[in-house]
């Protein structure tokens, strides 16, 4: 079931666009595969005021995939800057939870470093 823009699965709603960002596709064709941590990111970045609410799920979480929550935490964090220009407080709300939940899951910030090491080379 959708809306504008919009997906209802397991009775809530969740942002399409966020969704593909989250998955890397820009089609989404089975959103019944999307799996928990994934849409409760989706959840935390379309809110960010609901991250302070969901560290501790976050932190104990056993992720299913890190790579792809790794990337999605990164995709989100490339579409944030992107569209700074946009609707720039609603762009830094979103990339702070996302940099927040990549530093407290992996200890660092992949953007930051692949920075650092392109510098020092």
């Known amino acids: 079931m959708s809306t504008a823009g919009k997906i209802v699965l397991a009775g809530k ?15 989404l ?16 970045i379309d809110n960010p005021y609901l991250l302070p609410y969901f560290l ?3 932190y104990s979480m056993q992720l299913r995939d890190e790579n792809a929550f790794h990337f999605a935490l990164l995709r989100i964090q490339v ?6 220009n946009e609707d720039i407080q609603k762009y ?4 702070y939870a996302a940099r927040t939940l990549e530093k407290l899951l992996f ?15």
């Open 92 to 95: 830094q709300h979103r990339m």
């Open 79 to 84: 579409d944030s800057q992107l569209r700074m």
């Open 13 to 27: 709603e969740y942002s399409l666009d966020t969704l593909k960002v989250i998955t890397g596709h820009s089609v």
């Open 56 to 58: 501790e799920t976050f």
């Open 107 to 121: 200890n660092e910030l992949l953007l930051e470093t692949l920075a650092v090491q392109d510098i020092m080379e």
């Open 29 to 44: 064709k089975d959103t019944g595969s999307i799996s928990d941590e994934l849409l409760i990111l989706c959840s935390v």
